[in-house]
T-cell receptor
Framework: KNQVEQSPQSLIILEGKNCTLQ??????????LRWYKQDTGRGPVSLTI?????NTKSNGRYTATLDADTKQSSLHITASQLSDSASYIC?????????????FGRGTQLTVWP | EADIYQTPRYLVIGTGKKITLECSQT?????MYWYQQDPGMELHLIHY???????EKGDLSSESTVSRIRTEHFPLTLESARPSHTSQYLC????????????FGPGTRLTVT
């Protein structure tokens, strides 16, 4: 069964600190892995998309890594800000589907305290 | 910021009412989607469309229906709302690049009393 598991479920850090969120998946075949940020009451916004051949991708203070062999990904946030408080969702797309089928994790709820 | 819009943003209605959730995008995307999301849970695909006059049911069974008469418009309708329909409904559209980047609207928070 294709699944996407994220950890931790929730995380609280102080402003200015770094943190790393984890994503493990069993989706096969694999096309790409995305990280989305979802603010409370809003739709998800894409942070990064990585294909099979990419190991790391950055978007400002966000850096995502991908190990396609172990089927693991991480999202590292540096110098956290209050505005980083949100749910971070890992999404994996399978290959060969004209729909571009997406498998969603439940997200990690990050809270940044001042 | 993606050019995809949803109205209303919040809706509280009584059981048995008919409702339509609106979704429109100005990016010219052929593919559009409706997702349902409960608090702390993953998004579930309930409907999708490849283009005008094309609609399909998603992975999660839903009593809602959709239509796609125009490329930019993908409304979702519930003929008779029930408390079990209380949820957040997210609309999305995607481009035709290899990664099928999906752009999400802000969502409609529906509460059925």
């Amino acid at each position: 069964k294709n699944q996407v598991e994220q950890s931790p479920q929730s995380l609280i850090i102080l402003e200015g600190k770094n943190c790393t969120l984890q994503c493990n998946y069993t989706v096969s075949p694999f096309s790409n892995l995305r990280w989305y940020k979802q603010d409370t009451g809003r739709g998800p916004v894409s942070l990064t998309i990585m294909t099979f051949s990419e190991n790391t991708k950055s978007n400002g203070r966000y850096t995502a890594t991908l190990d396609a062999d172990t089927k693991q990904s991480s999202l590292h946030i540096t110098a956290s800000q209050l505005s980083d408080s949100a749910s971070y969702i890992c999404v994996v797309s399978d290959r060969g589907s004209t729909l571009g089928r997406l498998y969603f994790g439940r997200g990690t709820q990050l809270t940044v305290w001042p | 910021e993606a050019d995809i819009y949803q109205t209303p943003r919040y809706l509280v209605i009584g059981t048995g009412k008919k409702i339509t959730l609106e979704c429109s995008q100005t990016m010219g995307h052929d593919k559009m989607y409706w997702y349902q999301q409960d608090p702390g849970m993953e998004l579930h695909l309930i409907h999708y469309s490849y283009g005008v006059n094309s609609t399909e049911k998603g992975d999660l069974s839903s009593e809602s229906t959709v239509s796609r008469i125009r490329t930019e418009h993908f409304p979702l309708t519930l003929e008779s709302a029930r408390p079990s329909h209380t949820s957040q409904y997210l609309c999305a559209s995607s481009d035709l690049t290899l990664t099928y980047e999906q752009y999400f609207g802000p969502g409609t928070r529906l509460t059925v009393t």
